[in-house]
């Protein structure tokens, strides 16, 4: 997986034009083409989202903050993604998730605050499951500090990330809860700073 800014197809089905289209569809009553009702632009976009292409199609709606709709689809989905279907992903694309998401988050921190809500869950989400981040808090504290309109979003994730430790949904072992608890508490006086 790469992760460009191509808005080429990526098969035959999905495109990144015809994901923005049936978006619209959904959430702004819009029927480009006249062909899709908010029933059928629903169903395909369920399908979309649990096929491998979602990953680079979302990833790219991001890049080019496609508009509010779009990039709360994109969120979501790259949020459910991580969450749930992670294990698609081959390791070597992960540190490139990784900075996609951070990109992301600080484009999109000044926008909309459920676009944010779903990028700060999906950098939790990942933190806990992408094994070989290690010291994903400290790196996650580094990172969002270093701007202060990211403040506010380091807060979010500093707050759901031990919410979503214990998320039965998550694919994580006890040795890695173990693992991602004892490195919190080797960070707990930083932590006890930002609350």
């Not at 632009?41 to 399908?47: C, E, P, T």
């Not at 094994?131 to 500090?145: A, D, F, K, P, Y």
């Amino acid at each position: 997986m790469t992760m460009s800014s191509e808005k080429q197809s990526t098969s035959d089905t999905y495109s990144y034009t015809s994901v923005v289209e049936a978006v619209g569809v959904l959430y702004n009553n819009s029927n480009g083409n006249g062909h899709l009702s908010k029933e059928s632009a629903s169903q395909w976009l369920d399908g979309f989202q649990k096929s491998i292409y979602s990953w680079q199609i979302c990833n790219d709606i991001l890049q080019h903050n496609t508009d509010l709709s779009c990039c709360y689809f994109a969120a979501q989905t790259m949020r459910s993604k991580i969450k749930y279907q992670f294990h698609e992903l081959p390791p070597n694309t992960h540190h490139d998730l990784k900075a996609s998401l951070f990109s992301h988050l600080n484009s999109q921190s000044r926008t909309s605050p459920q676009v944010v809500t779903q990028l700060c869950l999906a950098i939790a989400d990942l933190a806990l499951q992408m094994v070989q981040w290690r010291n994903s808090l400290q790196e996650i504290i580094v990172t969002l500090s270093r701007d202060g309109h990211l403040m506010d979003n380091l807060l979010e994730i500093l707050f759901v990330m031990p919410e979503e430790i214990n998320n039965k949904s998550l694919r994580l072992g006890q040795n890695r809860r173990h693992e991602l608890i004892g490195e919190w508490d080797q960070h707990r006086l930083e932590l006890l700073d930002f609350f």
